[in-house]
């Protein structure tokens, strides 16, 4: 939603809004682009008669709208050179359309002053303003060289606002982009406006990880934490609790009817019965009933310990939920979470939590686990062809879904102890290994990784492929540059091993 912080009659009407909806919010989730999942009713309303239908965020980090200022600058006299033939009024009329557009896609509320900044007094107000409010973030249209354009930007900065800043094509220089970069913006000297949509998807981001609240099944206690750095709070949950739920869940109609979908959109299935679909769909729903119970908005556990004798393992509920957009991982791993949630936010797209298995004589990594969505070209895209697998200890269904050879992937660790960073890898699907007969888990696709390597052995290290912290999270597209901009703006350290 944009809203206006001076009345609408200011704007002569020109920007495109309503004057009886200064305050709007777009569909969440259902929209193509949306991020988010569905408000928490709205949710809870459309699945109540199927209790193995959609799931969704049930925590604070589903219901919360992040929230954006914004504004123009450009100095009030006629621009000279290089703008003389650039219509900053038009723009202005352009950009609040496609700032409300992409707000509404995005459900985040922004703050948009009607009146462009002139002068450098009336950035310091504007910032000041801002620093007082204290918003998710703020995004700056540079539409000239001179100031207060790009001192706006500084100054919002120099305030530690984090700030996305917009400079239209020819409107500017490297060197006042470049210092605006340098500060820590995350700027955006295009020709198209996708780079401030993404610039606000990751501010929009950080707020909705920071408000996010994981249910971390593992051990026997009952406490609250919080994660250094993102802020995303955790609520310990019992093993034995777990168990309990899913011996309270019935295989009922709706437990059948989602098992019958999985039958007959899977390839084929080799090794599980018909009552292990069922029985990891009944995990399916025993797990989205806690974290509705819980307000929960993503679940990690210790599989191996919580699963009891004659329960499913969590393979197939898993899948489901990364499927719905709720960040569901294995091995109560809080460095793997991080991504897994993230990785939906800023590219709607589910991750693959996985280990790295080395192919030497083709110079590859095969990524190995269990637990995998199908959705894994987008939310908004079908299931890939997947086909029905028993665990690595022949037991349960698992999909296991097929990585297309060609695909451009990207490989994300995110370690949560000591200073905040991120690894990253880049690379191409090649093939996909077949287990059986290969050992290992049953989702393995092979990648290989961009560059030239002798030995993909060189890699391993503590700044690059290492389980020092945890698993590595694979995931379709080359989002290099986006995940070097995330870092940047947020004051993380990017880390490229194929660049050493």
């Known amino acids: 939603m944009v809203r206006h912080s001076q009345r609408h009659d200011a704007c002569g009407g020109g920007c495109g809004c309503h004057p009886s909806r200064r305050r709007f919010l777009g569909a969440f989730g259902t929209a193509a682009g949306a991020l988010l999942a569905q408000p928490l009713l709205a949710r809870m309303l459309e699945a109540a008669d199927d209790e193995a239908g959609p799931a969704g965020m049930a925590g604070p980090g589903g219901r919360y709208v992040p929230n954006l200022k914004a504004a123009f600058a450009r100095r009030r006299e006629h621009p000279s050179w290089p703008t003389t033939l650039y219509d900053s009024e038009a723009a202005t009329r352009q950009y609040t359309k496609k700032l409300r557009e992409a707000a509404e896609a995005l459900g985040v509320e922004v703050d948009l002053r009607v009146e462009t900044i002139h002068s450098n007094e009336e950035a310091d107000a504007w910032v000041a303003e801002a620093v007082e409010q204290k918003p998710d973030g703020v995004v700056v249209f540079a539409l000239d060289r ?12 120099d305030a530690g606002l984090p700030t996305v800043a917009y400079g239209p094509m020819g409107t500017s220089f490297i060197a006042e982009a470049g210092e605006a970069a340098r500060r820590g913006a995350f700027v955006c000297s295009a020709t198209a406006f996708d780079d401030v949509i993404y610039g606000m998807k990751m501010l929009r981001a950080r707020a ?3 408000e996010m609240r994981l249910l971390v099944v593992r051990g026997n206690e009952r406490r609250e934490g919080e994660m250094p750095f993102y802020g995303t709070k955790l609520r310990h949950f019992p093993e034995k609790a777990w168990r309990e739920a899913y011996e309270q869940t019935d295989i009922s109609e709706a437990v059948r009817a989602t098992g019958k979908e999985y039958l007959d959109a899977a390839t084929e299935m080799v090794g599980p019965t018909r009552d292990d ?12 009933r806690l974290l509705a119970e819980q307000e929960c908005d993503a679940v990690t556990m210790n599989c191996l310990g919580a699963v009891g004798v004659g329960m499913a393992f969590p393979c197939l509920a898993f899948s489901r939920l990364l499927d719905h957009r709720v960040p569901a991982i294995c091995e109560a791993d809080l460095n793997a979470a991080v991504a897994l949630m993230l990785v939906p936010l800023l590219f709607d797209r589910p991750g693959f939590m996985f ?11 095969i990524c190995s686990h269990c637990t995998c969505a199908t959705r894994l070209k987008g939310f908004d895209q079908p299931a890939v062809p997947f086909h029905l697998a028993p665990h ?5 269904a698992v999909p296991v879904p097929h990585w297309e050879p060609g695909e451009p992937v990207t490989v994300l660790q995110t370690p949560t102890a000591g200073d905040p960073r991120m690894i990253v890898l880049t690379g191409e699907v090649i093939d996909q290994v077949s287990v059986p007969p290969a050992g290992g888990c049953v989702v393995s696709p092979m990648i290989r990784l961009d560059g030239r390597f002798d030995n993909v052995l060189d890699l391993y290290g503590d700044r690059g492929i290492t389980r020092r912290w945890g698993h590595h999270t694979l995931f379709y597209g080359n989002w290099r540059r986006h995940l070097r901009g995330f870092c940047d703006l947020f004051g993380m350290e ?3 091993p194929q660049d050493a």
């Open 277 to 288: 679909v069922l029985k990891a769909v009944r995990c399916y729903v025993s797990a989205r």
């Open 355 to 365: 280990n790295i298995v080395p192919v030497t004589d083709r110079g590859g990594l």
């Open 208 to 210: 909705v990880l920071r």
């Open 146 to 157: 001179q100031p207060p354009a790009w001192p706006t930007v500084y100054k919002a900065l």
């Open 392 to 396: 690595h200890f022949d037991r349960d």
């Open 494 to 496: 990017a880390i490229f």
